[in-house]
C-alpha cells in the first residue's frame, strides 16, 4: 500500500478531533440549536416561560435526544466541525481539514497517524487491538516523504500526527520524533506541526517534541481516574496522562525558549470524550479549571461522545452535541472573561443548563437588578455581561478616553452584540431606553 493509500485509509477515522484553534458554535440541524438562535435574538425578560427550552420529549429516543445515525450525521455536519467542503475532494479523503491557527489565519492541515496498529483497547476507540478492521503503519521515513509531496502539491500546509500504540509508549515516541525530526531537519520543513505525545513517554521525548513541535498534546479522555477507569482502563491518568501536560509546563517554564522550535516553545491542549463514562459537567469544568490554571492549555477539547461499532460501548447512545458546545462556552468563561468554576451555574445534578448559554444564567442571577454601568465598570465586570467578550471590553475602554457611551448605537458600533447586552447594563447611568418596552 502507498503513503497515500494509507492515509485515506486512516481518513475515515481522524474526523472526530477537533482542528486546532477551531471556535465551535451551536450544532446546526437540531431542535435544540433552533432554541439556542432564538435564544440569541433580542432577550426577553417577562418570565423563564419564555425562553427557549429543549423539551422532555426530545431525550425520549436517546440520552442526547437524537439516534446515534441521527448523531453521527449531525456532529459531522455541525459547526463544532470545521467546514471542509472548500477542500478538494482528494485533499479531505486523505485526511486534510482546514484548521484556524493561533491568530486567526486558516490552513489545510493533514490530520494522521503513524500507524492505525495499537495495543491498547480503549472502549470507545475505533483503534482498539482485537477490533476487526484494516490496519497500516507508516515508516518515519515515508511518513515524512508523504507529507512534503502534498506539501509540495499544495494540498496540505500543516500537519497533525498523532499515532496508536504499538511497541510501547516511548517507543511510538521514538518513530514519532524521528518522523519530526526528518521533517524539520532532513527536509526543511518550517510550516505548522502538531505532535500527540503518547500515554508512557518520558519527560526527555517530551522536551524534544518541543523542539520541534508548535503545538503537542495528549488527551486526558476523562476528568478524573475514577471515570477513565470506565473509558480506558490501561491508561493511568496521572502518570501517563496528567504528568506530561505538566512536564510541558514546567519545561517551558523553567528553561529558555530559545530552545523551541522557532525560538518558542509549544502551546500544549488536551481533549476529554464527553458523555462515555456518566460523568459530570462539574467533574469536567473542574480539571479544566485546574488545567488552565496550573498547565496554562490553550485549549480543551471536549468532543461529545459517539459509539463505534465493534467497541464495548457500541450500545451506549451517542452525547448530545449541545452538552459539547455548553462546555466550550464555559471553558472559555473560565479561561478568557475571569469567571471561576463557582460562577458557572451547575444545577444540583452538577450539570449545565442546555438550553441557555451559562453566561446569560449568571447575568440573570447577578445583573438584573445590579446593572453595569458600561462607562465605569473595569475590564473584568465589563466581560460579565453578555455580548461583551474581550474585543468588545478593549473596544468600550479605549472608546470611553474619547467620551461617554451614552446609547446602544454606540455600543453596537464597537463590537457589542447589544441584543444581549441591554437587559445586564447601564448607559450613563440608564437603563437602554429600547428595552424598557420589553419589561
Ligand atoms: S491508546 Fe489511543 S489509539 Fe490506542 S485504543 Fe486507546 S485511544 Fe485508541
Known sequence: MDGTAKLELFA?????????EHTPAPPAKTKGAAMLRESSAPYRVSSDATHPAIPASAYQRAACGSSPAELHHLVNQSQSAPDNTQLPAKARSLGVHHAAMPGGKRIALLKTL??????????????????????????????????MQLHHANIVEGFFLSSGIAGGGIRTQDQLIDTAE?????????????????????????????????????????????????????????????????????????????????????SSVTQLV??????????????????????HLSRVYYSAFRPVTGTPLENRPGENPLREYRLYQSSFLLRDYGFDLEDLPFSTTGNLPLDTDPKIVWARANLIDAP????????????????????????????????????????????????????FVLLDGRRPAWQLSLW
Not at 458600561?374 to 471590553?393: C, E, S, T
Not at 467620551?403 to 454606540?410: E, S
Open 114 to 147: 503513524l500507524t492505525s496498529a495499537c495495543e491498547r483497547n480503549c472502549y470507545y476507540c475505533p483503534f482498539r487491538a482485537g477490533r476487526d478492521f484494516r490496519r497500516a503503519t507508516f515508516k518515519p521515513d515515508e511518513m515524512a516523504r508523504t507529507f
Open 372 to 423: 453595569v454601568e458600561i462607562n465605569r465598570a473595569d475590564k473584568l465586570m465589563l466581560l460579565r455581561v453578555p455580548g461583551i467578550g474581550p474585543k468588545g471590553a478593549e473596544a468600550i475602554l479605549a472608546a470611553r478616553r474619547q467620551g461617554k457611551l451614552c446609547d446602544l448605537r454606540a455600543l453596537a458600533a464597537i463590537g457589542v452584540i447589544t441584543s444581549r447586552a441591554a437587559p
Open 12 to 20: 475515515s477515522y481522524m474526523s472526530l478531533e477537533p482542528a486546532e
Open 274 to 295: 464527553v458523555g462515555g463514562a456518566d460523568e459530570s459537567d462539574l467533574e469536567i469544568m473542574s480539571v479544566s479549571a485546574e488545567l488552565f490554571k496550573r498547565t
Open 182 to 266: 526528518i521533517l524539520r531537519r532532513k527536509m526543511g520543513y518550517r510550516g505548522y506541526l502538531h505532535l500527540k505525545i503518547m500515554p508512557g513517554a518520558e519527560r526527555a521525548q517530551v522536551e524534544r517534541m518541543m523542539q520541534l513541535a508548535d503545538r503537542v498534546s495528549i488527551n486526558l479522555e476523562a476528568p478524573n481516574s475514577e471515570r477513565l477507569a470506565r473509558l480506558a482502563p490501561h491508561k493511568i491518568f496521572v502518570e501517563e496522562l496528567l504528568k506530561p501536560l505538566q512536564w510541558v509546563e514546567e519545561i517551558r517554564r523553567t528553561r529558555s525558549p530559545h530552545f523551541g522550535w522557532g525560538g518558542k516553545w509549544p
